[in-house]
């Protein structure tokens, strides 16, 4: 019977629901709905096969769309395909929340199924007829009616390196990859797949595939070693880095991977070895699939190939090269000079034909100039300053599309802040504080706004090995990528960056393996990455560190992965002086600046924050109250001229002191530009430090600071591209009858 009416249009819960949720609720048929779908993909869960949610038909053709769709209910829904096929209930029970209507696939590979696929449309039943006259009937094995009319025949998946699939005659397939459309599925036709009464699956188990149906030999052929390949230690090293980035749940990586170190011999056998047992699914027996393997098309840089797709980069690049096994002579490899890079193809930067009329697509802010997508912004500030309310402020700006704190909202959607220190308790406080302080329901959020704690249980993606000491990325990771691409989540937010490693935190080479990973998830998901961080200690100076990339605690590579770097300072007491404002209100005003601006900002320049408190009781005096971010405008007492920061540092002084040895003729002028890598190479300070910071070190032309001074520095602020300038002041006109002022 048809069951048209069942069909409704794909469910598209909110976010929140995410990928978690414990229990087994089934899908309710209280009202004559479609079958219970999700039941079903449970219990195939249950039994060890894995499922993925398929687009399903419609009146019109089918869910995804397409008109000229040719396998209507039949294609996946997820972006992976099979390879997403799980058995993982929490994430099948988001997939059906999601999509309620989702057929089910059913992928053969990790699911140890063969199946007997009889298209009677295309002489199947003719054919099986044929083969059941020369061969004996088929064992009894559940069996499925299809939709169309078929049947399949699910049977046990024959040894590796059996010949299959196979098809003995027309409108016969046995298949061992790919999907298989599962009851109570609905198709095209309107009628759904469903269990041969006489043949359930939890009555008749699986039996083997009859040896008529492999289509090749039945015996597992012993395979000789190839020609062996000899790596070095550092080469090792190199492929066991790059297969961490790797997956080894997944079927079809974990065989191509085998494949591709066969070569390798024993050292490839135990690369391998290890690497399986990194998957939740490893089994011992699993072991004895390597002396199936055959390299024959392949070889072992083809493990980079795929790592370097997944994010990989070689740590060890300019130290170790790989052998190039096309250059071999006499039995041995001879080093590529290029190492796994060598398998990229060359730009060679030839312009498009069509560049008359090319449309670049806009970079995609979310929050301009501060938060892109598909990139790193790393927010840094001291303790204390306000990260995690800055940043709840701001994913509510995005989640809501309302600038909350006077910045540009380009985009809206969903968003996502995993705090690593808080407790959840206290990440809704201080949420449901900001909603209460901008005027916004809770409960109008909900579905916009993913809060995460990793108290005592933090987000980590990546890891050292405690044996080898190797920086490797933690399965995390791609679990990470798969729920921001099913939940659309357009902001993600951490803090802080120290506690998503085990790695150390000072060494480049380390966090370069960290940063790695975050350049992966903002690359394959678009999200816009926000990473809080801590700066060092500026004494007593809370605006020591403004816009100071190189004030950021630990390795400078965090720094380097990102696009945006940006800034958070309590206002400094001689910047508070210069306030209209009440006094009382100096204390809860808060500097955001733009840390990768060649130029070190004034005050009027930054973007002004004021920490309000607010209480969740309404009670008089009540002493809990909770931190809330809003723009705020200061009133300057002079509004053109503003002061410099106080409290030089030794590195502020060091730069003054380089100028002044330059030996600038009196009233001379030089762009900092000409004269940055003599002060890099009289300070030791970076060429980005100086630009940052030269207006602390120096007063700037044409304020009372520089008043008496000899040196100075300026800028026209009304040209974005225009020069620093660096000048000495012409000084006195000697005066032949002055002898320096004394009396004769």
Same mark, same amino acid.
């Given at each position: 019977?048809?069951?048209?009416?069942?069909?409704?249009?794909?469910?598209?819960?909110?976010?929140?629901?995410?990928?978690?949720?414990?229990?087994?609720?089934?899908?309710?048929?209280?009202?004559?709905?479609?079958?219970?779908?999700?039941?079903?993909?449970?219990?195939?869960?249950?039994?060890?096969?894995?499922?993925?949610?398929?687009?399903?038909?419609?009146?019109?053709?089918?869910?995804?769309?397409?008109?000229?769709?040719?396998?209507?209910?039949?294609?996946?829904?997820?972006?992976?395909?099979?390879?997403?096929?799980?058995?993982?209930?929490?994430?099948?029970?988001? *997939?059906?929340?999601?999509?309620?209507?989702?057929?089910?696939?059913?992928?053969?590979?990790?699911?140890?199924?063969?199946?007997?696929?009889?298209?009677?449309?295309?002489?199947?039943?003719?054919?099986?007829?044929?083969?059941?006259?020369?061969?004996?009937?088929?064992?009894?094995?559940?069996?499925?009616?299809?939709?169309?009319?078929?049947?399949?025949?699910?049977?046990?998946?024959?040894?590796?390196?059996?010949?299959?699939?196979?098809?003995?005659?027309?409108?016969?397939?046995?298949?061992?990859?790919?999907?298989?459309?599962?009851?109570?599925?609905?198709?095209?036709?309107?009628?759904?797949?469903?269990?041969?009464?006489?043949?359930?699956?939890?009555? /008749?188990?699986?039996?083997?595939?009859?040896?008529?149906?492999?289509?090749?030999?039945?015996?597992?052929?012993?395979?000789?070693?190839?020609?062996? /390949?000899?790596?070095?230690?550092?080469?090792?090293?190199?492929?066991?880095?790059?297969?961490?980035?790797?997956?080894?749940?997944?079927? &079809?990586? *974990?065989?191509?991977?085998?494949?591709?170190?066969?070569?390798?011999?024993?050292?490839?056998?135990g690369l391998w070895l290890d690497w399986s047992q990194?998957?939740?699914?490893?089994?011992?027996?699993?072991?004895?699939?390597?002396?199936?393997?055959?390299?024959?098309?392949?070889?072992?840089?083809?493990?980079?190939?795929?790592?370097?797709?997944?994010?990989?980069?070689?740590?060890?690049?300019?130290?170790?090269?790989?052998?190039?096994?096309?250059?071999?002579?006499?039995?041995?490899?001879?080093?590529?000079?290029?190492?796994?890079?060598?398998?990229?193809?060359?730009?060679?930067?030839?312009?498009?034909?069509?560049?008359?009329?090319?449309?670049?697509?806009?970079?995609?802010?979310?929050?301009?100039?501060?938060?892109?997508?598909?990139?790193?912004?790393?927010?840094?500030?001291?303790?204390?300053?306000?990260?995690?309310a800055f940043e709840i402020a701001s994913l509510l700006?995005?989640?809501?599309?309302?600038?909350?704190?006077?910045?540009?909202?380009?985009?809206?959607?969903?968003?996502?802040?995993?705090?690593?220190?808080?407790?959840?308790?206290?990440?809704?406080?201080?949420?449901?504080?900001?909603?209460?302080?901008?005027?916004?329901?809770?409960?109008?959020?909900?579905?916009?706004?993913?809060?995460?704690?990793?108290?005592?249980?933090?987000?980590?993606?990546?890891?050292?090995?405690?044996?080898?000491?190797?920086?490797?990325?933690? =399965?995390?990771?791609?679990?990470?990528?798969?729920?921001?691409?099913?939940?659309?989540?357009?902001?993600?937010? /951490?803090?802080?960056?120290?506690?998503?490693?085990?790695?150390?935190?000072?060494?480049?080479?380390?966090? &370069?393996?960290? /940063?790695?990973?975050?350049?992966?998830?903002?690359?394959?998901?678009?999200?816009?990455?926000?990473?809080?961080?801590?700066?060092?200690?500026?004494?007593?100076?809370?605006?020591?560190?403004?816009?100071?990339?190189?004030?950021?605690?630990?390795?400078?590579?965090?720094?380097?992965?990102?696009?945006?770097?940006?800034?958070?300072?309590?206002?400094?007491?001689?910047?508070?002086?210069?306030?209209?404002?009440?006094?009382?209100?100096?204390?809860?005003?808060?500097?955001?600046?733009?840390?990768?601006?060649?130029?070190?900002?004034?005050?009027?320049?930054?973007?002004?924050?004021?920490?309000?408190?607010?209480?969740?009781?309404?009670?008089?005096?009540?002493?809990?109250?909770?931190?809330?971010?809003?723009?705020?405008?200061?009133?300057?007492?002079?509004?053109?001229?503003?002061?410099?920061? &106080?409290?030089?540092?030794?590195?502020?002084?060091?730069?003054?002191?380089?100028?002044?040895?330059?030996?600038?003729?009196?009233?001379?002028?030089?762009?900092?530009?000409?004269?940055?890598?003599?002060?890099?190479?009289?300070?030791?300070?970076?060429?980005?430090?100086?630009?940052?910071?030269?207006?602390?070190?120096?007063?700037?032309?044409?304020?009372?600071?520089?008043?008496?001074?000899?040196?100075?520095?300026?800028?026209?602020?009304?040209?974005?591209?225009?020069?620093?300038?660096?000048?000495?002041? =012409?000084?006195?006109?000697?005066?032949?009858?002055?002898?320096?002022?004394?009396?004769?």
């Amino acid at each position: 019977m048809s069951e048209w009416s069942s069909v409704s249009v794909e469910g598209s819960p909110g976010p929140m629901d995410g990928a978690g949720g414990a229990g087994r609720e089934p899908a309710s048929d209280e009202q004559g709905g479609a079958p219970p779908l999700l039941e079903a993909a449970l219990s195939y869960a249950d039994r060890g096969w894995h499922v993925v949610p398929l687009h399903s038909p419609t009146p019109t053709g089918c869910s995804c769309g397409k008109p000229d769709c040719r396998s209507a209910g039949k294609h996946p829904r997820t972006d992976h395909g099979e390879h997403d096929a799980t058995t993982d209930l929490a994430q099948i029970q988001s *997939w059906w929340r999601r999509w309620p209507d989702a057929n089910i696939g059913i992928a053969c590979a990790p699911s140890r199924l063969a199946v007997a696929d009889i298209d009677p449309r295309n002489g199947g039943d003719a054919t099986l007829d044929r083969l059941i006259a020369a061969q004996g009937p088929l064992p009894e094995t559940p069996t499925v009616l299809t939709g169309g009319g078929g049947q399949h025949h699910y049977f046990q998946a024959p040894p590796e390196g059996t010949h299959v699939p196979y098809k003995p005659g027309a409108g016969v397939e046995v298949k061992t990859r790919g999907l298989v459309v599962a009851p109570p599925s609905l198709h095209v036709s309107g009628r759904r797949y469903e269990v041969e009464a006489s043949a359930e699956f939890d009555d /008749v188990p699986l039996a083997p595939l009859p040896r008529w149906l492999l289509g090749g030999p039945t015996q597992d052929a012993p395979f000789e070693d190839p020609p062996g /390949v000899t790596l070095s230690p550092q080469q090792v090293t190199a492929l066991r880095s790059a297969l961490n980035f790797l997956r080894a749940d997944d079927y &079809e990586t *974990w065989i191509a991977i085998g494949h591709a170190l066969k070569e390798l011999r024993e050292v490839g056998r135990g690369l391998w070895l290890d690497w399986s047992q990194t998957s939740t699914r490893w089994r011992p027996e699993d072991a004895r699939r390597w002396d199936t393997f055959r390299p024959e098309r392949t070889g072992y840089q083809a493990v980079f190939a795929k790592a370097q797709a997944a994010g990989w980069v070689n740590p060890a690049s300019k130290e170790s090269r790989p052998e190039d096994p096309t250059a071999r002579e006499g039995g041995k490899a001879n080093p590529a000079p290029d190492g796994p890079e060598a398998t990229d193809t060359l730009d060679i930067g030839l312009l498009p034909s069509d560049i008359d009329t090319l449309v670049i697509p806009p970079r995609p802010w979310v929050i301009h100039p501060r938060l892109l997508g598909g990139t790193i912004t790393v927010t840094a500030g001291p303790p204390g300053v306000g990260k995690s309310a800055f940043e709840i402020a701001s994913l509510l700006s995005v989640a809501t599309g309302r600038p909350l704190l006077e910045e540009a909202i380009l985009r809206s959607g969903p968003v996502w802040y995993y705090n690593n220190e808080e407790t959840k308790e206290e990440l809704l406080r201080r949420l449901l504080a900001a909603c209460k302080h901008h005027g916004i329901p809770p409960s109008s959020v909900r579905d916009r706004f993913q809060l995460s704690s990793g108290y005592g249980r933090p987000l980590v993606v990546a890891k050292r090995l405690p044996k080898t000491g190797e920086i490797v990325p933690t =399965p995390v990771v791609h679990e990470l990528v798969r729920v921001l691409k099913d939940c659309q989540v357009l902001v993600f937010a /951490v803090d802080p960056a120290v506690s998503t490693h085990t790695a150390d935190e000072n060494s480049n080479t380390d966090i &370069e393996q960290v /940063v790695a990973q975050w350049r992966y998830v903002a690359r394959e998901t678009g999200c816009a990455i926000v990473i809080a961080s801590h700066t060092r200690k500026s004494g007593k100076d809370p605006e020591a560190h403004v816009a100071d990339m190189e004030a950021l605690r630990g390795a400078s590579a965090l720094v380097g992965a990102a696009r945006q770097v940006f800034t958070l300072a309590r206002i400094s007491a001689k910047t508070a002086s210069r306030l209209i404002d009440p006094r009382h209100i100096h204390p809860h005003l808060v500097r955001l600046d733009n840390a990768k601006l060649n130029y070190a900002p004034s005050p009027n320049s930054a973007h002004w924050l004021r920490m309000a408190s607010v209480s969740l009781t309404d009670a008089l005096y009540d002493v809990d109250q909770v931190g809330v971010f809003e723009h705020y405008t200061p009133q300057w007492v002079a509004e053109d001229k503003l002061p410099q920061q &106080e409290g030089r540092s030794e590195r502020h002084v060091r730069l003054a002191q380089a100028v002044e040895r330059l030996g600038l003729a009196p009233g001379e002028t030089r762009p900092l530009s000409a004269l940055k890598e003599k002060l890099a190479a009289a300070t030791g300070l970076s060429q980005a430090w100086l630009y940052a910071n030269l207006a602390m070190a120096l007063p700037e032309r044409g304020t009372a600071d520089a008043d008496g001074g000899e040196y100075n520095w300026s800028k026209d602020a009304t040209k974005k591209t225009a020069p620093i300038l660096i000048h000495r002041t =012409p000084g006195p006109v000697d005066d032949p009858h002055d002898d320096d002022g004394r009396d004769s």
